[in-house]
């Protein structure tokens, strides 16, 4: 089943009832269209409870971490579990690219054809942020070892090593 045939099917195979509405059913593909705040947090809390597989999770898990994300100056919470989802995200990173490879590459493991990770990109930018350059570079390395893109023209390659260079100046001291 590719991506976009499960986003069809879930629809009709994974009803979850609105947090508003017990009685209205949803998905949570749903969330990704909800612009409240608030609301878009309940639906996906709502979603994950439910989740029934590894690729729902991994789309669940984004939609957290972008949504705390966004979030991150308004909500004192909201740094906090974005670093979280990131990680969950990350965690359940091996497990998700077999079975989106699996079911959406059919077996094609071409790096090039790989989704993006936007949770190893975050994370990595949420580390350099707080000043924590070696979580920062382990998390880069990660990426790089997982071959993965991250959009940009350096890559996490090109972070990777832009980060250790920024971090040389401090092991000198």
Request: some cysteine; proline content about 5%.
């Amino acid at each position: 089943m590719g991506v976009f045939s499960f986003f069809k099917t879930k629809s009709a195979d994974n009803k979850l009832s609105s947090p508003e509405d017990p009685e209205k059913t949803s998905t949570w593909a749903e969330a990704i269209h909800i612009e409240d705040p608030f609301e878009k947090e309940k639906m996906l809390s709502h979603a994950e409870t439910n989740a029934e597989n590894v690729i729902e999770m991994h789309f669940i898990y984004n939609q957290f971490i972008h949504l705390y994300y966004r979030q991150r100056n308004k909500w004192a919470h909201a740094p906090r579990l974005c670093k979280e989802y990131c990680g969950r995200d990350i965690e359940i990173f091996p497990e998700f690219i077999e079975k989106y490879i699996e079911e959406n590459l059919n077996g094609d493991r071409d790096p090039e054809k790989l989704p993006l990770m936007p949770s190893f990109k975050r994370l990595i930018i949420i580390h350099e942020t707080n000043g924590d350059l070696q979580k920062a570079i382990n998390t880069c390395k990660l990426a790089v070892s997982h071959q993965l893109r991250d959009g940009s023209e350096e890559g996490f390659e090109g972070k990777l090593q832009r980060l250790e260079d920024q971090a040389e100046p401090e092991s000198a001291t």
